[in-house]
Structure formats: structure tokens, C-alpha cells
């Protein structure tokens, strides 16, 4: 099977500038002169100077009277000035302009009339006092914007006064994409059912919607087959069109059906391969028939994100503008956030307000997943150069929708527990709309979280050898004054996750130290790994008689994976975690899953719709369904 | 005179508050489907859930073959299993549907083939890897957005992927503007010569530039005269099309020609008239026939802004979603700024980078001069509960242009000059459009602020009366630290400012001792001060000989005016002031000009361009044809 590979993988700045340097983009975009009431948005192509004088004439700045200043110079309240309207005294509105000879306001308020047509004042006023001068705002001929300025609502009414009816902006940029991909079908072909196998063609309406947002205007051709002929006929017939760009949707990867890269090698010049971000990996850069081309990944998250990367700076470059940018706040990483060295990640993440801090916690990574995008509060950029993000280092995000709807975000850091997910579900259909975001450190290190105010809940069941009790010890022994509350969430079955069929006979504990048997064991720290411990020591197994006690994961699932692969021929676990897998389950305990609270948010009125869930008898029966779990405490008080 | 007045100004936020209150804006706009193509920042108008799960089918999300995982759990590198393709495995492409009976995916490079139909797997993998199962993205019926989303590019993606071709928004705002006054032309009118008197209308277009800008529709009604009976008319034309508001353009404040509060008062309902905020004071809000209607101040700034605040807050209590505010950033006052107690005020200002910190410095104030607006790169709010900001405040600003472009505005911070304001005309000439901004502090202040890192430039004119030298023996002392360059630009001559003929006949300093003559002076750290000083000393002149010695201007420009309207005899500044006001000037010393630069600024290619204006020789011309001046020595490198 031959395949191609990504020969020459660029880093992400590499790519840009490459991209940037292949094409005289600053002269790409022609002049064009269109109405000023219509500029809005629009990028001057030239430097714009004033046809006339702002204002035009010398006017009243304020109401009263228009006067020769030097006529007043002796007023006093001494020696008040007497003068006639109409003679050495004019009535003026703010705006008007002032008669011949006067060269000052006096105010209404400090004119005090004698007769209808005789006025006095009291104090003398230099010349220009309460005028708006004849350029005061604006010299005619003076530079209003240079070329290359994006025009304000203002803007136009200075281009309005100073003698424009027409400017001359940059044409905008016009963008042609061809979707590709035996799997598509047109939205529109799909409004009921899907035919089974075939996926909505949308990159293309989501690209096209970021072109129109960044001053550009978008064509999409009809989807192309994977075919090299017919995408080859299609990248002609665009060139054709002499757009300022072609983005090829999808193909340009490795796969065998990714013909992007081969067609733009073979027809033209291909500059880029493959580029070191993540997501938006499988780009392909060139030029074909003297028109710049973009081939975009086909996984929408890779879409959006490449596409911005690559796109965003040669329409800037176009411009000679910078287009806005989202606005960037400073926040704290939730959890610890590992990051490949050598790549440049765009991490989707959901970020909340815990007390005054913004914390951030990463959504789901795979780039297939649109809705780590529409479900995201900001993207979070980790350098190429670092290794990823410690819990609670600071960085900048770049805030996807307003910085008031965070407040929306429920940030749970600790144990995980798949109850969590349906949680998250309930929740989100509540009229607020609220997101409950998960990082999974282990109970421990959930508690620490709540102590350094990273967020606002943790899942916890830190059992404790002890008082044979759960979480309270633990609560007291480390966040002795940070004010939280303890509710519980759930109980549930831990035990022994096995093979289907047990194949090795293992019924108990006792049976991990058999020598046939491998076991896989939680990280320290995991509620389930002290219970383990505590069992283990209650019947006398040392850790040293257990093959594979050394082997850690840190999920129930992980767990359950390592049996279900035939890695490991049992695991302790939740009873969910084994039923998800079709594996074995043999109950050993049954214990206490708690949320612990920050005292702070347990008070707001976003609790009070997570309480309305916890009592919602639709909630607990989908809890239950999972297996293993007993929602009959949920929501009671603990602490 | 009948006058009307503002008979209960409402502070700001309690404007805004009544505006909100005194209609049900949240059931003012009615919902519509639009195809989900064109709906980006449109606003969602109720909850959306999705019509389909997505994917809808589980598929490969790697290029590989597909396997049922259970085949490959014996499989090592000691045990490597063979598997038939077509019949175990089944070649996959990323996105296409997982063969009948397979639930895992191995990447293609894992992969061995041994023949063209057999390969060979050394590991083995576990249920879904690779797979991106149904519903991992999307749950059918799982809620996607709540009512008052803002729809954004990707936001379409998961539309069309999950069912929608069209999506259930707010229909836009609708605003009717009603342009009034006497003066005003439209700019189709007035493109050649505006005839005298008149000002072209340019209101409505800004206003209805901002109401597109926010997302609604803006219909301009024709110019109405200042005519209560056709006022009246314009306004029942506009409720009679059931618009969401009315704005009346001018006309709102307290003049004789203001019919604004008066008709809402007659016609309708009169909720406020006057607010406490600058520029924007001559606000008048109320409710005609069943419309919300607002009365907007004819100053174009005011109008712009006083727009915004009220309007901005009742456009989101329609969406029921916030509109993108405007990016801020953390910035610092480069000089002292007081503001009125009881009022907010939005000040604009020109920002910079000095070294790694922004500092603002504030435009003129005047409300009549929309390039306050457009010359802006931020505005600055100061609560109604301050005084003010001090030298060196930090405050939040919002930037009106990227940051990036702020590196475009030069400091310059100390004594005033006039050739500074030519200075700052050719600079906005040049190609990059650099600007300058001033403020008037005293030279000694503005060493201050070049060591403190609030300026790039100081104009310095400080006379040390120890060594007859100027300004480098106060670097020297103020600022040994501080990495600098001082380089002369230009000499101008300081002497007696006087009325015209002189009438008092005084010939120099000593005639200030005489009994009828009154002084006006400079404020202490001001160079002309620090002169006055030091000649007065020299002749034996006693300060408390001279009348009026303690009364101080800050500017040369006041000294004049203060000569000028007779408050005082005479004043010692520089002859381009007295010049200005047509004063008599006798000249009594030379005295050097000096900037002085930090060196970063010195350094930077934005020098480069103000050198350049330096040697230009119609700079020099400009400068010398102010009266007094001397640029023999302009650039020259003094320290």
C-alpha cells in the first residue's frame, strides 16, 4: 500500500511566513470607491485628507450673545457694560455662526437683560471664548486617515463634514471553497435522515463565515469526489475565477485518498505539508495557476483553527490592516495540562469565576468534536517551546463569548465519576444553560483545588483508615479554614473488575496475590487506591506478594480497559466502569462519593439550579441506570 | 427671554435604569428563521437541542484498519497475531463508517502487511480506540445553545451537522433617526462649497453606523427645521411605522430652538432630560405613542457617546445577550486630569508605549470635535464619584483601534510650545501617520515624566541661573539615571507682552515694580518662572514689589488672554502668543528650546520619521513664520 507521508512539517510561525512570502499579497486587493455611508468596516486604500475646514466657519459654541471681545475689556462688577442688541450685542444658538465683526460667546446665563434689545455684563471676555474656529476640528488639507485604517461609525461623519461622498477602500478579499469527500452531502440533501455513512458538508459554511467576518466574501463550488481528475478540474475552474484564494476542505492529510498535496505539486507549487500546531495538523499550503491555495484539514475543529492561523495574516497582509482580535483576559489553569514539545496547541477550554480568579479547565482534545469548539469559553495557545501547564499556572485566554457569561461555567476538579456527565447533561437543559467543566486529579488533589480557589466543587471519596469514615477527616486535616460545605452525591459499588467469564477464578482481594494473576492498581492519592490499601492491610496482603501493583492508570475506565484488553486480569473499580466494557464485576464495598463545596459558590443562585437537579427524581433514575450506584443521600448536608 | 432648563439631571447609571425600565424591552422584537448560512452574530430567540446525534454513525478517526477489538488481545511482540484483511480487518480511511462487527481502529503505521490481503498486529487494542462513536460529539435532543446565544462561525458547523438548515432568531432593531435644525444641509447637498452658515448633517449616518454595528436596521427620516409643528409631524410619522425607537438628532438641550423635551412632554411621556456625563449632557429620553424615544445632543461627540450609553443597554435587553465590548487594557495617565465631581465623564485620549508600560494623554474636551473621536485611541471613563486622575493613575482604557497601532502615537510631555502643534501637522502627514500628543505641564514636570516613564519626549526651557545654562544641568541632577538624549528644538525669543500701544509705556522688568501696573505670572517649575526669576533677582527686584505676582497662568497662550481682555498690563511669554492675540511684544532674552528624548523612543524608527521632519526645511519655514523663532540649531545633539 503505498502512502504518502508529511515530508516537511513546519512550525506554525514557519508556515506563516512561508505563506506570507509566496505571494505579493500587500498589492492583491484592487481600489474601489463606494459610498461613505456604507464604509463601515472598510479599510482605506490610500491616505485620506480633509477637502475642507472643520467647522467652516467661526460659530457660537454655546447660546448667548455674540460680542467684539475687545468691547468688553473694561466690565466689571464694578463697572458693568451696557450692550444693544442688534449693535454690539447678537443673539446666537450654539452652532450658529457669528455675526460679522463679533469674535466671542457670552454665555445666556452671565447676560443679564435690561430692556428686550439692552444687555449688561460684568466681565470682560477674550477673543474666541465660547467659538468654535474656522479648522478648529479640521485644516482643510490635513491628513484625516492614513492608508491601510479601518473606518469607525465616526469616522464617516468626519469624512461626511470634511467634503466626502465617496471613499476609496481596498476591494475585499473573495475567497473560493471546494468541499471534498466521497462521505459529504449538502446539508440540504439531509434534512431528515442521514444516508448511513455520509456526514453534513458544514466546514465550508463555517469557513465562509469567518472570511465574511474578517471583511471577505466567500463562494463555495459543489463538493468534489475524492477523485484527483475532478478536484483537479474544479481547482482550475476556481483559478479561473481569479479569486484572491482557493481553500481546498479536506484531502489534505496523508490518507489515500488525500490527493491536495499531490495535485498541488504536480499543477503548481506546493510550499508547506504539514504544520507542527495542534489541532489543524494536515495543512497544505502552494499556488496553483498564479492564485494561492490552502488546502484545510477535514476534522472541523482542524478546520476553523488552521484556517485562522493561516488565513487571518494574509488577509491582514491584504489589508494592511490588523483585523480585531479577540479580547484576551489573564486566568489560572484548573489542572495540570501536559503539552507535546515541538507543537503549538490551541486548547479549548471551559473557564469560569471561582471567588475573583479565572480557571480554566481543557475540553476534550480530538479535533473531530465541533463542540469543543461551540462549547468553549476561550482557547487557551500553549507554545511549541513548553511541555504544557502546571495547575495553577497563569496565562492569557482568548475569550470566545462575553467575559460576563462565564459566570455560566461550574468548575469540578477531583475524583471523576461518570454520574459527573450526567450532571452535566441535566444542567444544560436548565433555562440558564449551565456547563459543568471536569478535570480529573483524584479526590486529593480536588480538595487542594477548592483550598487554592481552582474551583468551585470537587468529587471526593477519601475513605479513612482511621475513623472508618469518608472525606470529613480529611477535609478537616487539610482545608481546616477554607469555607466550604460537604454534600453527598452518591454511594457506590466498588469492586473487582474481571474477564468475561473470570477465567482465573478470582472471588476476593485475598486472590490478587495468587501468582497467575496480574493486577492493575489507581494512582496514590485516588480514593480507590486507599481503599485498596486499607483492605489489603485489614487481611493481611502486602502490596510486594501483588503482581502488577506497581502498574497505575487513573480512571475507573482505565482500569477497566487494562482487563478488557487482557493487559491486566483484574482491577478495582466502580461497577459502571465494568458494565460500560461488558466485563465482570464481583461488589466488594460500597462507598460514599461527596461534592465538596466552596462556601462562596454554594451560596449563588448557579447552586441553586445544580440542587434543583440533585432532586430531580428524572436525574437520579439516569444515575442509576449506570449500575452500582445508590442515590438515595444525594444532596444531603454532610459539613 | 423664555428659557427652558434641565430641571432634574439623573446621574448616568440612574438614566440608563429608568431608559430599561420604562419598557418591556425583552418582548419588544419578534423571533424569525433564517437560514442558518446568514445567521452568524445573529441572536439566538429561544433554546436549541439538537435534531440529531453527531456523529451519527460510529467511524474511524484515524486512517488504519478496522478490528474487532476482542480479535487482538492475545496479540504481543512475542506473540503477533495475523489477521485476514476482508474478512478481520477492513482498510479504513479517517470519517468513513466502521465495517459491520469491528469496534476498534489500528493506525495505519502500526501496521504490517505480510501479503497485499494479511498483516500483522503486535499489540493488542481495546474496544473503541480510534473510533469516534455515535453521539461523542452530540446527544439527539441535547441542548446546543440557549435562548440569547450569539451565533458565531462554528456555531453554523454544528447547526447544519446536527439538523437545522434554519435557526430561530431576534428579528433586528429597528431605529428611525430624525435629523433637526436650521442649519443643517444633507452632504449630498453640500459636496462643492457648503454655503455659509450651514453644517453639513453627518449624525445620523455615525448613529446609524453603530445601530448596524449592533446588529439592528436604521431607517434616516429628512431633515426636519427647527419647527415644533413639523417636529411634531416627523415624530408620528416615525411611531406610525412602529419602529423599536426614534432618535431625534439635536434639539434636546435647553436653547430657544430645542423642542425636543417639549414635544416628548406634550405628546408623550417624559421620563429624563439632562444627564450627568460629558460630553453628552443634552440628553432627553421618553416614551411618544408607544415608542421609546430619545433625544440626542447635536455635538457630534456627544452625540455619539451619550448614543451609546443609552442606546447599547436597551439593544441588549432586547437580544437578551451582551454586545462585544470594545478590548481594554491596563493603562497610566501621563499627566495630571481633573474631572467634575458628580458627573462621568468620557474622556479621549491618544495612548502610547513608553518603554514596556501605555500612557494616555487626553484630547481636547470640546464635545463640537468629532477628530476628538476619530483622532482617539481610547476613551477613558471617570466615575462621577472622582475628582480626576493624578500624574501616573492606572486605570482601565478602551481601545478604539488594535494595540499594535498605539506604537503610532509619540508622548510628549513637559513646557508647551506652539511649533510642537506644527510638529505634530507634518507628522500626520508622513506615510505612517504618526501622531503627537501633548500636554502642558511644565518643563521640570516633564523631566519628571521622562524619568518616571510617562512620556517619550519632554519640551524642555529650564534656565539654571548657577551655571547660565540651559536644561543640562537639571537633567543632570533630576535624572542621572535615566538613559536620555537632549537635542535642541529651537530658540525663541521671551519678553514683555503687552496691550496694544503699551499704554502703561512699561520697557522692561523694572517697570513691573510700578505702582499701577499689574502682572501676570507663570506657575513655579515653568522655564519662562524660573527666568522671570532670575533677571528679577539680577536687578534687585523684590517679588513682593510687583502687583499680581501671585496670580499664575499655566500656559503662554493664558498670560496673553489675560493681557488681551485686560486683566492684566502685561505678562512675560513668548512673542508667537502675543502675535496671536495682536498684543505688542518686547523682546528681552533668547532662550533655548531642548527635547528631551528617552532613548528607547531615540532609538526606535519612529525618531527616525520625526527627524526627518526636523531637516525639513518647510517644517523650519512653518516654525520661523510663528514670530519669535529661531531653528538654526533644530536637531542638534546636545547631550
Redesign the interface.
Known amino acids: ?1 503505498k ?1 504518502k507521508i508529511y515530508l516537511h512539517m513546519k512550525p506554525l510561525y514557519e508556515a506563516q511566513k512561508i505563506f506570507l512570502n509566496a505571494w505579493d499579497w500587500k498589492k492583491a486587493l484592487a481600489q474601489e470607491d463606494i459610498p ?2 456604507e464604509a ?2 472598510r479599510i482605506t486604500a490610500q ?1 485620506i485628507f480633509a477637502k ?1 475646514s ?4 467661526n ?1 457660537a ?1 454655546m ?1 448667548g450673545i455674540a460680542v467684539r ?1 475687545e468691547d ?3 466690565a466689571s462688577e464694578a463697572n458693568p457694560l451696557l450692550l444693544q442688541i442688534g449693535k454690539q450685542a447678537f ?1 446666537v ?5 457669528l455675526p460679522e465683526g463679533t469674535n466671542a460667546v457670552i454665555m ?1 446665563e452671565h447676560v443679564h ?1 435690561i430692556k428686550e434689545d439692552l444687555v449688561e455684563i460684568r466681565s ?4 474666541w471664548q465660547h467659538v ?1 474656529r474656522i479648522g ?4 482643510q488639507g ?6 491601510g ?2 473606518l ?7 469624512l ?2 470634511s ?1 466626502y ?1 465617496t471613499v476609496t477602500v481596498r476591494a475585499k478579499p473573495r475567497v473560493i471553497f471546494i468541499p471534498t ?1 466521497d ?1 459529504l452531502v449538502l ?2 440533501e ?2 431528515g435522515e ?1 444516508p ?2 455520509k ?2 458538508e ?2 465550508s ?6 472570511v ?2 474578517w471583511g471577505g466574501e466567500a463562494e463555495i463550488f459543489p463538493i468534489v469526489r475524492d477523485n484527483y481528475v475532478e478536484l483537479k478540474k474544479a481547482v482550475e475552474k476556481a483559478a479561473s475565477r481569479k479569486p484572491h484564494l482557493i481553500a481546498l476542505i479536506a484531502g489534505s ?5 488525500d490527493y491536495t498535496a499531490a495535485l498541488i505539486e504536480e499543477e503548481g507549487k506546493l510550499l508547506v505539508h504539514g504544520i507542527q500546531m495542534m489541532p489543524g495538523k494536515p495543512v497544505v499550503l502552494g499556488l496553483v495557476q498564479n492564485t494561492p491555495i490552502i488546502g484545510v484539514p ?3 475543529v482542524s478546520a ?1 483553527l488552521a484556517f485562522e492561523q493561516m488565513v487571518r495574516p494574509v488577509f491582514e497582509a491584504m489589508y494592511g490592516a ?1 483585523i ?2 479577540r ?2 483576559v489573564k486566568a489560572v489553569s484548573g489542572c495540570k495540562i501536559p503539552s507535546k514539545l515541538g507543537v503549538t496547541e490551541f486548547l479549548r477550554v471551559k473557564a469560569g469565576k471561582v471567588g475573583t480568579q479565572t480557571v480554566f479547565l481543557p475540553l476534550k482534545r ?1 479535533a ?4 469543543t ?2 462549547r468553549a469559553d476561550a482557547i487557551v495557545r500553549i507554545s511549541s517551546e513548553s511541555e504544557g501547564l502546571l495547575q495553577g499556572a497563569e496565562c492569557e485566554i482568548e475569550l ?3 467575559e ?2 462565564l459566570a455560566k461555567t461550574i468548575l469540578v476538579v477531583g475524583s471523576h465519576d461518570l454520574a459527573l456527565d450526567i450532571l452535566a ?1 441535566f444542567l ?2 436548565k ?3 449551565l456547563e459543568l467543566s471536569t478535570a480529573h486529579v483524584g479526590s486529593l488533589s480536588g480538595l487542594m483545588a477548592i483550598k487554592d480557589g481552582l474551583a468551585h466543587m470537587a468529587g471526593t471519596h477519601l475513605f479513612d483508615p482511621e475513623t472508618g469514615e469518608f472525606n470529613v477527616p480529611y477535609i478537616k486535616r487539610y482545608l481546616p479554614e477554607t469555607p466550604v460545605r460537604l454534600i453527598n452525591f452518591v454511594y457506590r459499588e466498588q469492586g473487582l473488575i474481571l474477564p468475561p467469564g473470570n477465567p482465573k477464578g478470582i472471588r476476593d482481594l485475598r486472590d490478587l496475590a495468587q501468582k497467575e494473576v496480574t493486577f492493575i492498581n489507581r494512582q496514590p492519592g485516588s480514593g480507590t487506591r486507599v481503599l485498596l490499601d486499607y483492605h489489603l492491610q485489614k487481611i493481611g496482603v502486602s502490596p510486594r506478594e501483588i503482581q502488577g501493583y506497581e502498574v497505575e492508570e487513573t480512571t475507573h475506565l482505565g482500569v477497566a ?1 487494562n482487563v ?4 491486566a486480569d483484574v482491577g478495582l473499580g466502580i461497577r459502571a466502569a465494568a458494565k460500560l ?1 461488558n466485563l465482570e464485576f464481583i461488589p466488594l464495598f460500597k462507598e460514599r462519593y461527596d461534592l465538596l463545596i466552596r462556601l462562596d459558590f454554594y451560596e449563588s443562585p448557579f447552586f441553586k439550579v445544580l440542587q434543583e437537579v440533585l432532586t430531580d427524581p428524572a436525574f437520579k433514575k439516569a444515575v442509576e441506570n449506570l449500575g452500582g450506584y445508590d442515590t438515595s443521600e444525594m444532596g444531603k448536608i454532610i459539613l
Open positions: 500500500m502512502r461613505v455611508k463601515r468596516g491616505p475642507r472643520l467647522p467652516g466657519f460659530s459654541a447660546d471681545a468688553t475689556f473694561g443673539l444658538n450654539t452652532g450658529e455662526p445666556i437683560f470682560p471676555v477674550y477673543p468654535r478648529e476640528d479640521v485644516v490635513e491628513m484625516l486617515f492614513t492608508e485604517h479601518r469607525s461609525a465616526w469616522d464617516l461623519g468626519v461626511l463634514a467634503g461622498l469527500g462521505e446539508p440540504e439531509a434534512e442521514i448511513f455513512g456526514t453534513v458544514f466546514n459554511t463555517m469557513l465562509a463565515a469567518l465574511e467576518e492529510s496523508a490518507g489515500s485518498k477535514g476534522y472541523p476553523v490588523r480585531p482580535r479580547p484576551k480530538g473531530g468534536a465541533i463542540t469548539l461551540t470566545l463569548r462575553p460576563k457569561d447533561q444544560r437543559q433555562e440558564l444553560g480497559i478488557a484488553t487482557g493487559q466494557l
